[in-house]
């Protein structure tokens, strides 16, 4: 005798559980890319605090770096390269000789080497030609493989370069030693169904070599592109705790791993338990506030005012919650508001041991409706102003600080900022 069927998962009866390759290698970008994020900064300790923690819940390769960026950025990559986590432990670089020579140095298991590949970048960016370019990327991959290091080889903004040149470039890399390749949407101009479309026709004409994909958040696509990606053989996406990253993001961590474990059933291997315990960490480091609305990791995700809602979720959690709060290392909340219903105050009351009569529900219910619908509107928007006052603020170096570093180094401001 089965049990009751009460949810259909078409995901799963879709098949697309089934697509996807056996073993997903997560290639954490929160201490890279995700640093980039404007104004956010680690230090090497604080960088080795979240890598252990992504390393402990089964993150298989993180990009700790770019050494060449400044010396704490090199002490802070060379001090998780050599704490013996279980991840494998990447450096990135530009296809430079020197940003190559401080990965090696700073004891990286891996290297990524990177370059852009649009015609668009290299004429505005790199002033090079697609010649200079191939003849870089097979120059350094070669450095770097003959120094005994993993190489993984990057272009960026590869979904807007001539398709042609893609494949010719990768495979001069593979070639150089390259065995895994990123193909990265640099600016979020992918689909999900472009992105099938294209990995399809890497898979066609790429020499053999592991496929990863970078996808950033421009038009909110990045997870949906990234599990596209995997759904046709790609093995390693690239994810961001918080989706943390330059503009609007990386694919987010919590949120792709999320989907592949409840929407296609699939087994990660990562312990989702310590979700909030790392988005927690990566919030207070980043100083990047998770927005109250981000799935998985944001503060309404598991919270619940309507009355509807809240009898729903009182009486079977799975009503409206698609996947339960400790799974992930939360709790539930039951908000009191406007919208409010007499089975969140019944609740309430019965957890803490008060005996209600119906009446006395419907009246404490109207009362809370009441308070919350007269409530002055001056506190929030004291907050909101007081928030977009510390963005502009708090990001980086104030301009009345980077003028003075100017007037340090023997320049002198305009006359408008004297
Ligand atoms: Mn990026």
Not at 349 to 354: D, E, F
Request: net charge negative; aromatic share 8%.
């Amino acid at each position: 005798m089965g049990e009751e069927r009460l949810v259909w998962n078409y995901n799963i009866e879709a098949g697309l559980g089934k697509q996807l390759p056996p073993k997903i290698l997560f290639w954490d970008e929160t201490m890279r890319d995700g640093e980039q994020t404007p104004g956010v900064y680690f230090s090497p300790e604080e960088k080795l605090r979240i890598a252990t923690v992504l390393s402990e819940m089964g993150v298989d390769i993180m990009d700790v770096g770019i050494p060449v960026v400044s010396k704490e950025e090199y002490r802070g990559v060379k001090l998780v390269a050599n704490a013996g986590l279980d991840a494998s432990i990447l450096a990135a670089c530009r296809a430079v000789r020197r940003d190559v020579e401080a990965c090696i140095e700073c004891d990286a298991d891996e290297v990524s080497i990177f370059i852009a590949c649009s015609d668009l970048h290299l004429k505005y960016k790199l002033n090079m030609t697609r010649e200079q370019v191939l003849e870089a990327a097979v120059r350094e991959c070669e450095y770097a493989k003959a120094h005994g290091v993993g190489v993984t080889f990057v272009t960026e903004d590869t979904f807007r370069a001539d398709f042609d040149y893609v494949v010719t470039l990768y495979n001069a890399a593979i070639d150089a030693g390259a065995t895994r390749v990123v193909l990265s949407d640099t600016v979020g101009y992918t689909s999900p169904t472009m992105m099938r479309w294209f990995i399809e026709r890497v898979k066609k004409r790429f020499k053999p070599a592991q496929l990863s994909v970078h996808c950033h958040n421009d038009f909110g696509l990045a997870v949906a592109n990234s599990l596209a990606a995997l759904e046709v053989g790609v093995e390693v996406p690239h994810t961001c705790v918080n989706g943390l990253g330059e503009r609007s993001g990386n694919a987010s961590f919590e949120e792709l791993v999320m989907a592949l474990e409840v929407l296609y059933g699939y087994k990660t291997g990562i312990d989702v338990s310590r979700i909030a315990e790392v988005s927690k960490l990566v919030e207070q480091l980043s100083g990047i506030p998770i927005a109250v609305n981000k799935a998985v990791v944001g503060y309404n995700s598991f919270s619940h005012e309507s009355g509807i809602h809240a009898d729903g979720v009182i009486k079977m959690t799975s009503t409206y919650e698609p996947m339960q709060p400790e799974r992930v290392g939360r709790e539930r909340r039951f908000i009191f508001g406007k919208h409010t219903g007499s089975a969140a105050v019944e609740d309430r009351l019965t957890r803490h041991r008060v005996h209600a009569t119906p009446d006395q529900v419907r009246q404490i219910v109207a009362m809370i409706k009441d308070l919350a619908e007269s409530r002055s509107k001056d506190e929030q928007e004291a907050f909101i102003h007081m928030y977009r006052e510390r963005e502009e603020k708090r990001r980086g170096v104030s301009d009345a600080e980077f003028w003075d570093i100017v007037r340090r180094a023997g320049l002198t401001p305009p006359p408008e900022l004297r």
